[in-house]
């Protein structure tokens, strides 16, 4: 019988659970979509999170809600407790990216079916010998006043084949499953697979190795029966409802089942092996060093690939990071096991998509732009990492431990992780001081954020006057006028500011600009220059501190700069939606200014948007704006309900248990942010892209403007149109006449080109009738007006044409605009046999008129800046060939 190819098997469980009533239902990204909390997705009940917490009924589907659903679920596990980096290509079953095949029941089947089905499947389907299969459940805790999971041991007993002494009993670490410190959990049951051969099992029970860390006896299976719900104070609470959530580890099953001791030996890796093997020209399975460099980037290379689909580019913090170190720790094992000395990793992809074309075919709809973040990352590091690695090496000489600052300079110079660091020390038998090195990391964060803007959390050189007690309070998205009153003045050598108790005066954050406008009390007249964000309130920076600053005050924005600020922040919403439609989904903010005159956005895509692409998302930004989209302004939103709803998030960013969501249609553009907006796009005007370049690797940047910015950009063009239209004649079409002068421009450029070189033949013709005798070597030098380099070549072509033997030809011309000489010097073949040779005769020429040249014996040119010399230079060509003769 012949074994069952990985996306048979893949699709197998999917077609057998589709049979028993369950929705098949698509992966979620692997970058969780709108939950900063979450770095990657790591399990594949993440999606069903809402369900299980009883915030939603079940899975809508074509009208109907569904209570069972089965799907492979592309995960990463990098970090915190679910961290198997180190393991990776080391052993046969770990991995950064898995697949997990799951089956879920959400408050409709419980223990019995997911044991029955399990056992149905891995037996009854796949063939799996019983006598191989364990299962283990939990064994009660005391300190959570749990029982055994007896219901369960009993179940694997009545409903299957296995042997009952196949079904074991293990503690809370191992057989009880927590979403996280609070929420849903409950026992779980594992079936473990013995893979040993008879003899070894013969030898020592399977029993006695479950949960020993034994590649060839692992877990294969985990049901996981969700009964509670883990309360803050650490008891627990019986669900209403109870859930089956099931994973297995779709890499191993493949190994198993295709009767693999490695899951690198499956077709899940052993493609992108072949691949890595052949670029390297080596054989895998030849030398364990190379193997597992084989294996590592076989691993990583899918971990970032799919990550970088799935929305993340590799950058310096969060899961840019992450990636960007997988990807690094791959381009080390490449460069010393593998001797890959050039980017690599990037040719990878092609191979991997292919593989997954029918089950996650968004990778190969971006395997250009995927190739490219990595080879931009590929090329960066390879800079630095021969040294770096160098550097190493001579650090670790004759110790036992790299202190902190060496691992700090790796990090620091040549964008070595910590982890690299650490990984090529444990290679080494050799310490890391982590301590130190975190210390330092800390400390150029702290310098980092001390050379930003000043603002008032480091008031400490303030000297602050409390005029008032109170609170300051913004109240500047409904306001731009208020009665307010002085809280406190403060002043030092570069600042004057003040604290109010009510401000419509809106602070420089999110990319958008500060408000500026004026405080006024009677005839006293305050300057707002810039507003800044404190803990203590908005912190207005003025031009002077007022004479009496107690009081009622009035604080009123400069309210058309607000609006036009307004109109390039609302712009800017639906223009990152456009462009989220255009390009993709993995475009994300990473950056962006918001200003009364242009706004400015930096998001995430690799290749340089086509000016096509461009003119498609400004045509759809303007049809938005003609739709006059009402403003949904909601502040106070739960950050659920937000996440629920769809609204975009900036990974990394803090966001509160409340959030303000700005909505322009629910079905178009619905984002968290703290700017000011136009109450319907309408009052946006126009809407026009002025620049797009690269602002970083895997970051493009557009800039553009709306409102009267826009309106000044089109009457301006217009006015050049216009003063175009008159300079070629307003009865002609401006493109045609365009056209028609471009094409009598360079007929007539042509006419001139004829015109000169007929005037340098005749030139040529003059100067070869006045030669002067050189020992029997006729020398002809001569300039020739308005000649360029090449027509001087063509006039030396020309000279030794018709002066055959005997001659030395050596002309000259100068381009006055430019403040450049072009020499030329042609030599008769016969004189060649002599020795006088152009191509050093022109260097010598070339140096006296500040330049230099050279070419083949019979013609040479050079170059030069000081047109004064050329006769200077035809005297020493008369030395020259006397020399030679």
């Not at 028993?20 to 999606?47: C, E, R, W």
């Not at 809600?65 to 290509?89: F, P, Y």
């Not at 002609?732 to 005037?759: D, P």
Request: charged share 30%.
């Amino acid at each position: 019988m012949s074994l069952k190819t990985a996306a048979q098997i893949r699709q197998d469980f999917l077609d057998f659970f589709k049979d028993k009533g369950h929705l098949i239902v698509d992966s979620a990204p692997v970058v969780p979509k709108n939950d900063p909390s979450l770095l990657f997705t790591n399990a594949g009940m993440n999606q069903f999170k809402p369900i299980f917490l009883g915030e939603q009924e079940g899975l809508k589907d074509d009208g109907k809600i569904w209570n069972r659903a089965a799907d492979t679920q592309r995960c990463i596990r990098v970090s915190g407790k679910h961290n198997d980096l180190e393991e990776v290509g080391h052993d046969t079953y770990h991995h950064t990216l898995f697949e997990m095949l799951g089956n879920w029941s959400f408050g409709d089947y419980f223990k019995e079916q997911a044991i029955e089905w399990a056992w149905e499947l891995l037996v009854d389907e796949w063939g799996l010998d019983p006598d191989r299969l364990y299962a283990t459940v939990f064994e009660g805790d005391e300190s959570d006043g749990l029982p055994a999971d007896d219901e369960s041991a009993k179940l694997w007993v009545e409903k299957t084949s296995i042997s009952p002494d196949h079904v074991l009993k293990f503690d809370k670490k191992d057989n009880f499953w927590e979403m996280g410190e609070t929420g849903p959990c409950g026992p779980c049951s594992e079936v473990h697979v013995d893979l040993r051969t008879d003899e070894e099992r013969k030898k020592k029970p399977g029993a006695e190795l479950v949960n020993m860390d034994d590649p060839r006896v692992m877990e294969i299976w985990n049901l996981v029966f969700i009964q509670f719900n883990r309360q803050q104070d650490g008891s627990l609470k019986k669900l209403p409802a109870q859930h089956v959530d099931t994973g297995m580890g779709f890499e191993r099953i493949c190994a198993v089942l295709q009767q693999k001791t490695s899951n690198y030996d499956t077709d899940v890796f052993q493609p992108i092996i072949q691949k890595i093997a052949d670029l390297a020209g080596k054989t895998y399975g030849d030398d364990e060093e190379t193997d597992i460099a084989m294996r590592v980037i076989s691993d990583h290379i899918r971990a970032v690939s799919f990550s970088i689909m799935d929305g993340a580019s590799p950058s310096n913090e969060g899961r840019g990071y992450v990636i960007r170190r997988i990807l690094r720790r791959a381009i080390r094992y490449g460069w010393d096991r593998l001797d890959f000395k050039k980017p690599f990793m990037s040719k990878l992809v092609p191979v991997l998509a292919e593989q997954f074309v029918d089950v996650f075919p968004e990778l190969d709809g971006q395997i250009e732009y995927i190739q490219n973040v990595i080879l931009a990352e590929e090329k960066s590091f390879l800079n630095t990492l021969g040294q770096g690695i160098e550097l190493f090496h001579s650090m670790i000489e004759g110790k036992e431990k790299l202190s902190g600052d060496d691992a700090f300079k790796l990090h620091d110079t040549y964008g070595f992780p910590i982890d690299l660091t650490e990984l090529m020390a444990r290679e080494k038998g050799v310490e890391v001081d982590t301590g130190r090195f975190d210390e330092l990391m800390k400390e150029q964060k702290e310098r980092a954020r001390a050379a930003g803007k000043f603002t008032a959390s480091q008031k400490s050189d303030l000297n602050w006057e409390v005029i008032k007690g109170g609170q300051s309070e913004f109240v500047g998205y409904d306001e731009s006028r208020v009665e307010t009153s002085i809280l406190a003045t403060a002043e030092n050598e570069e600042s004057k500011i003040l604290l109010l108790e009510k401000t419509p005066f809106y602070a420089e954050s999110g990319g958008q600009v500060a408000d500026i406008g004026v405080i006024t009390n009677g005839d006293e007249t305050i300057k707002v220059k810039d507003v800044q964000k404190s803990d203590d309130g908005h912190l207005h920076y003025v031009d002077r501190l007022p004479s009496n600053p107690t009081g009622n005050w009035i604080a009123e924005i400069d309210l058309n700069r607000r609006q036009e600020i307004e109109k390039h922040h609302s712009v800017t919403h639906i223009m990152h939606a456009a462009l989220r439609d255009v390009l993709g989904d993995h475009v994300a903010q990473k950056g962006s200014l918001v200003a009364p005159d242009r706004l400015r956005f930096d998001f995430s895509h690799f290749e340089g948007v086509k000016k096509e692409e461009l003119d498609r998302v400004e045509q759809q930004v303007n049809e938005k704006i003609q739709e006059n989209i009402p403003l949904l302004e909601e502040r106070n939103v739960p950050i659920d309900e937000a996440r629920e709803r769809g609204a975009m998030m900036l990974f990394g960013e803090k966001y509160g248990d409340q959030v303000r969501v700005i909505t322009f249609d629910p079905n178009y553009s619905v984002e968290l942010c703290g700017g000011t907006h136009v109450d319907a796009t309408g009052k946006i005007g126009y809407f026009r892209f002025t620049d797009e370049s690269s602002a970083a690797a895997g970051i493009r940047r557009v800039e553009a403007v709306a409102g009267k910015k826009a309106d000044g950009l089109l009457r301006s063009e217009k006015e050049q149109l216009q003063k175009a239209r008159e300079l070629i004649g307003a009865q002609k079409e401006l493109v045609s006449g365009i056209k028609s002068l471009i094409e009598k421009n360079r007929e007539l450029e042509k006419e001139l080109e004829k015109l000169i070189q007929s005037q340098a033949g005749d030139s040529l013709d003059q100067i070869l009738e006045n030669g002067k005798d050189i020992s029997g070597v006729q020398l002809y030098t001569g300039k020739v007006a308005g000649a360029d380099m090449d027509t001087l070549k063509q006039l030396g072509y020309d000279a030794l044409e018709k002066t055959k033997k005997e001659s030395v030809v050596v002309l000259a011309s100068e381009d006055e605009e430019q403040g450049k000489v072009y020499i030329m010097a042609a030599v008769t073949d016969d004189l060649i046999q002599k020795g006088v040779k152009a191509g050093n005769m022109v260097s010598q020429l070339g140096r006296i008129v500040g330049g230099g040249g050279g070419g083949q014996p019979n013609l040479a040119t050079a170059g030069g800046r000081f047109p004064e010399k050329i006769d200077e230079a035809f005297k020493k060509a008369e030395e020259l060939v006397k020399a030679e003769i």
